[in-house]
């Protein structure tokens, strides 16, 4: 790998990047120069921490419980992140956790389990780090779209319902058109990935100097993993949501919109 | 008006009853403040009052979309709350302000109602609100207001409810489809069904009630207030 490690002086000589960025928005008037500092200068910090708890805890000598335990870390973050950027889905903490672990534990289930990966601190955390990462972004999407479809068409829900339709009958066009937006990114991306871009995995295998048939295959396994993990958080949130959504007495409970 | 009574030979009986109704938003503030209210069956009730007045709250107590915090609600002289809500939804029927047409032809909009009906019960209820049975493959969004309020309320007479709820039906429309609404109301009473039917307009409750009920900041008019409601909008009309 020493190939690819660029070392100190390539990451200093990589912030010229971040000077252009300054430059252009200086040049814009764009007003972002502190905040593009900001970013870079937090980003290095964040990174550079886990970095050094990185190597601990992936080090060949360490106890596997401290991955799992970076796991259920990943799992509560992703949990509150959630919750910061849905906060008018109620409950949807919890639910956002419980769709994490459902998710981490399928598809490192299927990973281990069908011997796709062995079971290490290198391949635990990075894979978890991965499937949590982009049904993050799904889950939020979904929540608040279900939310807002619920709110927006209560009139035609509270139609369903007083034609004496159950809440999961009254309202499964709408979290239906939900759950369709919140998956459709990701199927598109796994329809143009290769043509429009290359992801992430592979292009870091192939820095790293592995062939790039072995980061092609790689690549395609995350694909479909992450694909399945998307759909698995965006319909355990899509459920339960719903579920919170309406009274036992199939009412649907008053609704935030949050704003746009 | 509305009590058990013997009035020229027939019995008028009670189908809905509030006895010391109060509901509470969840913002804490009250809504209604012990309402008791007598509903006879096989009439025209119109529930008349300002906006804020409480009386969409209370015509949705009827079927449950609502819940009081204090006090019973009774249709036929069962409390609702014991009732399975999805089976007294059925007999107490609603059609809501603005028509709400579901996605599809008028025919999925009718099935969602009653999936089984054959073709023939679906053009015969279309007949029964003044609409072409050949309406059946017209796409739901594309009806005008009157029209999509008919079906509308021909969806949820395919219920068959004892019981139908307007809630200012006709206030989004223009006036000759205000008055076909008014008249198909007016029909269903004359079929037997009870209606209850809330709206500001003081006019329309002149045209078309059996009993006129007054609320006021949440609860049933005394008599001066009742007076005084139907001077200022008069005024207000005139």
């Not at chain 1, 805890?57 to 796991?71: G, T």
């Not at chain 2, 007949?127 to 796409?139: C, F, I, S």
């Amino acid at each position: 790998m020493s190939t690819t490690a660029i070392g100190w002086g390539g990451l200093v000589a990589s912030l010229t990047l971040v000077a252009v960025a300054v430059a252009l928005s200086g040049w814009q008037r764009l007003h972002l120069t502190r905040t593009i500092l900001w970013s870079s200068a937090r980003a290095a910090a964040q990174l550079l921490a886990v970095g050094v708890a990185l190597a601990l805890v992936l080090d060949p000598d360490a106890s596997l419980v401290w991955s799992w335990l970076w796991v259920v870390a990943m799992v509560a973050f992703a949990g509150i992140t959630v919750r910061n950027r849905a906060r008018e889905a109620p409950g949807i903490f919890g639910l956002a956790v419980l769709s994490m672990a459902t998710v981490v534990t399928v598809s490192l289930g299927v990973i281990f389990g069908l011997g796709i990966f062995p079971v290490q601190g290198r391949t635990i955390i990075p894979m978890a780090g991965m499937m949590i990462g982009n049904s993050m972004t799904s889950c939020v999407l979904v929540a608040r779209r279900i939310v807002g479809e619920l709110s927006d068409k209560r009139d035609e829900v509270e139609a369903r319902l007083a034609l004496g339709q159950a809440w999961p009958v009254a309202s499964r066009p709408y979290v239906r058109a939900a759950l369709r937006t919140a998956l459709i990114p990701q199927i598109e991306s796994t329809k143009s990935v290769g043509l429009v871009f290359l992801p992430g995995a592979m292009t870091g295998l192939i820095l790293a100097g592995v062939d790039a048939r072995d980061a092609v295959v790689v690549q395609l396994a995350i694909m479909y993993l992450v694909l399945g993990s998307v759909a698995t958080s965006v319909t355990v949130i899509g459920l339960g949501l719903t579920r919170r959504l309406f009274t036992p007495d199939h009412r649907l409970r008053p609704l935030d919109r949050a704003p746009a | 008006m509305g009590e058990k009574a013997a009035t020229l030979g027939r019995v008028v009986t009670t189908v809905l009853e509030y006895e010391g109704v109060h509901v509470t938003a969840a913002d804490g503030t009250e809504l209604l403040h012990g309402i008791d209210l007598t509903v006879p069956d096989g009439r025209l009730t119109v529930l008349a009052g300002a906006s804020g007045s409480g009386k969409s709250t209370l015509l949705r107590l009827a079927n449950r979309l609502e819940v009081p915090s204090a006090g019973r609600v009774l249709v036929r002289g069962q409390d609702v709350s014991e009732l399975d809500p999805l089976v007294l939804r059925r007999r107490v029927g609603m059609v809501f302000q603005r028509p709400t047409p579901f996605a599809g032809s008028v025919r999925e909009n009718l099935r969602v109602a009653e999936p089984t009906a054959d073709e023939a019960a679906l053009g015969d209820t279309l007949a029964r609100v003044g609409l072409d049975p050949e309406m059946l493959d017209r796409v739901a969004d594309d009806l005008s207001g009157g029209e999509a309020q008919r079906m509308c309320l021909a969806r949820t007479l395919l219920t068959e409810p004892q019981l139908v709820l307007m809630d200012e039906v006709t206030s989004s429309l223009d006036p000759p489809a205000r008055r076909e609404i008014e008249r198909l109301a007016q029909d269903l009473v004359a079929d037997g069904l009870t209606v209850v039917w809330v709206t500001h307009d003081l006019a329309q409750a002149e045209r078309i009630a059996d009993d006129t009920v007054v609320l006021v900041d949440g609860r049933c008019a005394s008599a001066d207030e009742r007076t005084r409601f139907l001077a200022d909008r008069s005024e207000e009309d005139g």
